[in-house]
């Protein structure tokens, strides 16, 4: 069936992307900058018996999600409304589905099941519960399902359309970009994959160990395409795998990231200093001011940096709250980050060093150094940057 004006569009034979984009929200969770807004992905599998609607979308978009499933099938038949996924951006619009569609049933994961009937009250009779051993045949189109949990709330699981070789992984593999093109080979895939990897940030880096495992099932299915509900579509599902692996096994770069907040410009002239010396070493290194950086930046940073130091100056005995904040960001997100050291300066009373000793406890990450002048910094400060730098260079030619 060719792809009709109103924008749904054929990804395989009777496979449809049916979702919807929202081009002016600008952030999620009230926390991830969607500087190019975000798509909800949905997809229907039209089967010579049965039809089903993997996903659905956000709150706010039904109807447009309505008029999708109209233009290619008559919506009261949908027979199962897959939900991958309990997020409401996913799952809200499940709802409504099924009060159209008096037979459907809801198909998810057992921890799914408890999330539907939790967030959308649907009635349990209506919920049928899936497994690696279950099979959906929806005549000629046959749906398998992954385990998937923890990626990143505890019932997610991926679709697996197994005559077109397809995965539907929900958020994983995901991008937030409502803009631009479909399939991420039209974007380019190195400017495809940098989306991606700043999605992988915010939202899967938490979760490496459980996504490594997912992984290594999705390679054993042979898959020909990934189709997650955020953003580009995977016409090559190595271009993303081979990255995904990556990021999920922690393997880093040999490079340094510095983030910093300055006052009166003591913290900022420690910061030059050791970008500067790292620099003359051959050591690359991100700067990143963070009065003006959007904090996913530094999250995508973190993705395979091993070294991460934090700037900031004593502000009312604490550590300035722009530093705190993406120190705790170091912390929250479970960042892979091996090393840090804290450059800081105070005027009259210090507490920057406590307060960061503070936020970081609990995490398995190693303080180089820190350096703390109470003023401006002298000689003696700058003899420090240089013995820290030599640590980091040590500790980055062993990696
Ligand atoms: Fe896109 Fe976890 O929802």
Known sequence: MADTPKGTISIAPNVFWVGVKHHNRRLFDGLIPLPHGTSYNAYLVVGSEKTALIDTVNPG???ELFDKLSERTDLTKIDYVIMNHAEPDHANAGRYVLEAAKGAKLVTSAKGKEAAMMY?????????????????????????????????????M?????????????????????????????????????????????I???????????????????????????GVIWRDPKVILDPYTAWTSEKMEKKVAIAYVSMWGSTEKLVKALNDTLVEKGISVNIFDLTVTEIGHIAKELVDTPVVVVGAP?????????GAYATLLVKQLRAPTKYTALLTSHGWSGGAVKH????????????????DPKGPPQKEHFDQVRELADKIEEKLKAL
């Open 61 to 63: 978009f039904d109807k």
């Open 120 to 156: 959308f009250n649907i009635d349990p009779e209506r919920i049928m519960v899936v497994d690696e051993s279950s099979k959906l045949d929806l005549g000629g189109k046959t749906l398998r399902f992954v385990d998937a949990p923890w990626l990143h709330w505890p019932e997610t």
């Open 158 to 202: 991926f679709t697996y359309l197994e005559e077109d070789g397809i995965l539907f992984p929900c958020d994983f593999f995901g991008s937030h970009l409502a803009d631009g093109p479909f399939y991420s080979d039209e974007m380019g895939d190195e400017l495809a994959l940098d989306m991606a990897k700043l999605y992988f940030a915010e």
């Open 204 to 230: 899967m880096m938490p979760f490496r160990r459980q996504g490594a495992a997912a992984i290594e099932k999705v390679k054993k299915l042979g898959v020909k395409m990934i189709a997650p509900s955020h």
């Open 314 to 322: 004593t502000v009312l005995n604490m550590m300035h709250p722009a």
């Open 356 to 371: 960061v000793q503070e936020l970081l406890g609990g995490a398995k990450i190693e303080i180089l150094g820190v350096i």
